[in-house]
């Protein structure tokens, strides 16, 4: 059973219980949209006569803020508005991966997994293995989100432990720890191509490494997943505890029984049938010809076919296993009831489907308004204009970074905003492109597991709402925060102890231009 802490809050318990209790009085997720949609109309109005003398690094024009009430910019919405939805990138990937899970889930294949699972993992070892595995997940582009956060929850709910404290520690290890990983991925060439262009305005010669990071993004593992751990057990479980009773009786997840002869074997033979497809399917990437490599002969680059097919293999790779393991145990008896299964995840994510509605539009009024752009590229110029010393310059900009984060959710899209103007300034200091690249990286993966604009972040309340009905945005927050915070000064001070030391950021990084 789940241990209780009825003991009074303290000074961080009593703030963290005003910021749930106002965060939770704010409109549900999907009028909240709505609402900053009209508020994003309203500025755009104003400030459209407005000239501003930023200028937009990716046209090298003055920034214009668009009007969307014009006459054409509101003709433009309605005729949009039905593929603004449906071409709302987390909507598809969510979905698609959900019809997957959804039959592994509902054959009985998943629950058979983690029992497997907690037979090998130690209890004191859970949070931190689920941490790990979260960080990890990023080499599968959004796998994270839709896979190990509400997987996280099963895991600790199922073992007697506050699923949503399970949900946060994933939640903080997919999200907040995104700069961390021990696998390059697709993210690293994505925002060295921003920083190289951005390097070029001062040295048209310069050339950095996609990889110029990955020494302190591997590193970053280990006081990221250690710090992640301590917050969960010590901090943020005995508050849930306290603050969020689970009606156990009322959550509707499969009972952990033991594990039967027939289950055993049906997991052993659906287990297998996975790992060969996808042995099978890998084996297809072996060649330097193959079509699921890029133009350059890239698999990880993020316009190679195969990262572009990780959330159909996610969807094929839990529909194969779950499929066999649900006729082997005669959980499924005819197609039907594969359908059904899917059917049934599709249920729980109605309320998503809303939000995604609303936020799609809001997102897509954002970008078109250019008020992302103005934030970003202002702050940006107000950190230069401070004038500060090296090191006081790095961490005002990961706090920059932080707070643009708030309105801008795109990693690249903040970095092609603010790098132009941030990296060309940290070299007259100095200060190589790799560090502000790994500066920025910082910044941008501590706030993440705190703004509400970010597109998975309505569907983390959704996953957390199936243990504790009337979980709002309020209480994600008041979770995540000291997360955020904590994410925020220890890798901060990571990264300055990596420079204080000079030691290597990466593959031919350095630390002074």
Known sequence: MM?????????????????????????????????????????????????????????????????????????????????TFTAFAPLGVVLVAMLGVGVAEHSGYINTALKQMLKVTPAKLLTPAVVLVGIISHTATDAGYVVVIPLAGVIFFTVGRHPLAGIAAAFA??????????????????????????????????????????????????????????????????????????????????????????????????????????????????????????????????????????????FIFFVLPGVVFGYLTKTFSSSADVVQAMSKSMSGMAHYIVMAFFCAQFVAAFSASNLGALIAVEGAGALKAMNLSA????????????????????????WALIGPVLVPMLMQLNISPDLSQAAYRVGDSS????????????????????????????????????????????????????????IPLGLGASYTY
């Not at 997991?267 to 060649?287: D, K, Q």
Request: with cysteine; net charge neutral.
């Open 3 to 83: 241990a209780s802490n009825d003991k009074a809050p303290g000074m961080l318990g009593r703030a963290l219980d005003g910021i749930e209790r106002v965060g939770n009085k704010l409109p549900d997720p999907a009028m909240l949209f709505l609402m900053l949609l009209f508020t994003v109309w309203g500025l755009s109005w104003l400030l459209s006569g407005v000239s501003f003398e930023a200028i937009d690094p990716r046209s090298n024009e003055p920034i214009q803020v668009s009007n969307l009430l014009s006459g054409e910019a509101l003709t433009h919405f309605l005729t949009s508005m039905v593929s």
């Open 173 to 314: 290890g997919v999200s907040g720890g995104f700069c961390a990983n021990f696998i390059p991925s697709g993210i690293d060439p994505l925002l060295q191509s921003f920083t190289q262009s951005a390097a070029q305005i001062v040295d048209p010669d310069i050339r950095i490494n996609p990889l110029n990071n990955w020494f302190f993004a591997a590193s970053s593992c280990i006081p990221i997943t250690l710090l992640i751990w301590y917050l969960t057990d010590k901090v943020l479980e005995p508050r849930l505890n306290r603050t969020h009773k689970v009606a156990r009786e009322q959550v509707d997840i499969p009972a952990m029984e033991q594990t039967t002869a027939t289950e055993l074997k049906a997991f052993r033979i659906a287990t297998v049938v996975m790992l060969l497809a996808i042995a099978g399917f890998f084996s297809l990437t072996l060649s330097e010809t193959s079509t699921l490599r890029d133009a350059n002969g890239s698999l990880t680059s993020f316009s190679a076919p195969l990262m572009q097919s990780i959330v159909p293999l996610i």
């Open 391 to 414: 090191e006081v310059t790095i961490v005002g900009m990961i706090i920059l970074v932080g707070f643009v984060n708030l309105f801008v959710g795109s990693s690249s899209a903040k």
């Open 447 to 502: 706030s993440n597991i705190i703004t509400p604009l970010m597109p998975y972040f309505p569907l983390v309340v959704v996953y957390c709402q199936r243990y504790v009905k009337g979980i709002g945005i309020g209480t994600l927050i008041s979770m995540m925060l000291p997360f955020s915070l904590a994410l925020l000064t220890i890798w901060s001070a990571w990264l300055l102890l990596y420079w204080s030391l000079g």
